[in-house]
């Protein structure tokens, strides 16, 4: 019978383990952010900010992608979310600028900015 109880603990142990491994960008969903404050916003403006937060949400994406690599092959190795323990998972911060670009998108479109 204790063997039986070591095998659910591990079993657990590793599905909890697991639920904290980094995600892959493409399986962070985008945070809401209101469009209204980008629609206070004349076409340069939400052109500039369109191209820095780009660039902001392709960095953010590079570090997160490589978080999820690292902590897939730690938890091959040493079976530990070394990433995501570490402090190199970004989800947060990419969901919120994913969400911003999203958002930025949506005034520019709506605002029939061109360029």
């Known amino acids: 019978m204790l ?5 659910k603990i591990v079993v657990c142990a590793a599905m909890l383990l697991a639920a904290g491994c980094a995600k892959a960008p493409d399986d962070i969903a ?3 952010v209101p469009t209204d404050p980008y629609m206070q916003m004349e076409c340069p403006q939400l052109s500039a900010l369109r191209m820095q937060k780009q660039t902001e949400l392709s960095n953010l994406e590079k570090e997160q992608l490589a978080a999820a690599r690292q902590d897939a092959a730690a938890m091959a190795v040493i079976h530990i979310p070394y990433a995501s323990w570490s402090g190199q998972d970004k989800e947060p ?8 670009v999203k958002a930025i998108n949506a005034a520019y479109q709506s605002k029939s900015c061109t360029g």
């Open 93 to 100: 911060q990419f969901a919120r600028a994913k969400g911003e």
């Open 30 to 32: 985008a945070a809401h």
């Open 3 to 7: 063997v039986g109880d070591m095998k």
